[in-house]
């Protein structure tokens, strides 16, 4: 069987979630700085329903499983003047389940003294 005959790769495993847009991004830009990491089969930025402002948000569709992995390893993402943050998308029934999100090793830690330095927080987190 061809590559072009074999089954299509599950939409989920093909969909990232851009976080941190600029108001200014629209689906066009998204898609054209998203299409260097491979074919884009849908590109949305997600907007208001009654001011169509941008949420700061979106999701990329891509073809291909691999082309999500190229995406991700090619961070950061920087889209009309501003970084974005991809992470692979997750339904809003699976992000109910318990453990959903329990694939994730990384986290924002806000509101530390400016002299914190990394060991600290390491030790502080391996206790």
């Known amino acids: 069987m061809s590559k072009s005959e074999s089954p299509k790769e599950p939409e989920q495993l093909r ?10 991004t629209t689906d066009e830009s998204l898609r054209s700085h998203c299409e260097q990491s491979g074919a884009c089969t849908d590109c949305v930025v997600m907007r208001d329903p009654n001011t169509k402002r941008s949420r700061g948000f979106g999701f990329v569709t891509y073809a291909t499983v691999e082309e999500v992995d190229a995406a991700m390893k090619a961070r950061p993402h920087k889209v009309d003047g501003r970084v974005g943050e ?6 809003r029934e699976d992000s109910q389940r318990p453990g959903a999100h329990s694939t994730v090793k990384k986290i924002f830690v806000g509101g530390i ?5 990394e060991h600290h927080l390491r030790d502080y987190f391996e206790q």
């Open 113 to 117: 003294k400016e002299d914190t330095e």
């Open 86 to 91: 991809p992470k692979r998308a997750v339904s």
């Open 15 to 24: 969909k990232l979630f851009i976080g941190g847009l600029s108001s200014e």
